[in-house]
């Protein structure tokens, strides 16, 4: 929606500067939690032939519905009133960043080691996967898949960190209401936490089923 001003009016106009540098503060506002990235912002053109009423309050900005701050975007930037007004404006988000890539080729199930990873600065704007920023974040887990040489390492190339190998000495906890019963037992099965895993009961031999816990404990229902 625009308040355009005919080219013979008196009123003041509203500087397309002060639309573009809204366009641009709010960006880098968005992405404001990603301190440790390089981010530049591109913004398109606006017409400089624009004449909207200049606007009383200050300017409002915002993505379009489904939008985000990366990649080929645009910000919507409101004169909220008195004369209500609205303009978007094209821009271009690249972001920057030191991520956990392969250093070789790695096959599938194998547990990653320092040797198998390095750090790479990417362009991440267009980056489907969720990727790491820290290596020690890696290092011990299990490759769900193949993965090339020089590839992003993403959540879903690896198994969460096992809390619990098989064979391992593991607390289970027996609960019924307000009573918690605690006893030893024998991991079956190796697991992450939210797993149902095979535990045995090193005094009665018997085995049973349980829920790991992040703590590395086992729960059972009494």
């Known amino acids: 929606m625009l308040a355009l001003l005919a080219p013979g009016a008196q009123a003041e106009i509203e500087p397309v500067q002060n639309i573009r540098d809204s366009a641009e503060r709010f960006l880098h506002q968005q992405?404001?939690?990603?301190?440790?990235?390089?981010?530049?912002?591109?913004?398109?053109?606006?017409?400089?032939?624009?004449?909207?009423k200049r606007c009383d309050e200050p300017l409002e900005a915002s993505l379009p519905p489904g939008g985000r701050p990366r990649g080929n975007t645009a910000v919507n930037i409101r004169c909220p009133g008195p004369v209500t007004w609205s303009v978007y404006v094209p821009a271009a988000v690249e972001r920057h960043a030191e991520v956990v890539v392969a250093r070789r080729n790695l096959s599938r199930q194998q547990t990653l080691g320092p040797g198998d990873l390095r750090?790479?600065?990417?362009?991440t704007s267009r980056q489907a996967t969720h990727y790491f920023e820290d290596a020690s974040e890696v290092v011990g887990l299990q490759t769900r898949r193949a993965i090339r040489q020089g590839q992003v390492i993403g959540q879903q190339h690896v198994n969460e960190r096992q809390v619990i190998q098989r064979g391992q000495r593991v607390t289970i906890l027996a609960s019924s209401g307000s009573v918690t019963i605690r006893m030893q037992g024998e991991a079956l099965e190796d697991a992450t936490a939210g797993d149902w895993i095979r535990v045995r009961n090193t005094s009665s031999g018997r085995e049973i089923e349980g829920e790991v816990q992040p703590s590395g404990t086992v729960r059972v229902a009494l």
């Open 31 to 52: 992405l404001g939690e990603h301190n440790g990235d390089d981010v530049e912002v591109q913004l398109g053109h606006v017409d400089e032939r624009l004449r909207l």
């Open 119 to 123: 750090m790479e600065r990417i362009e």
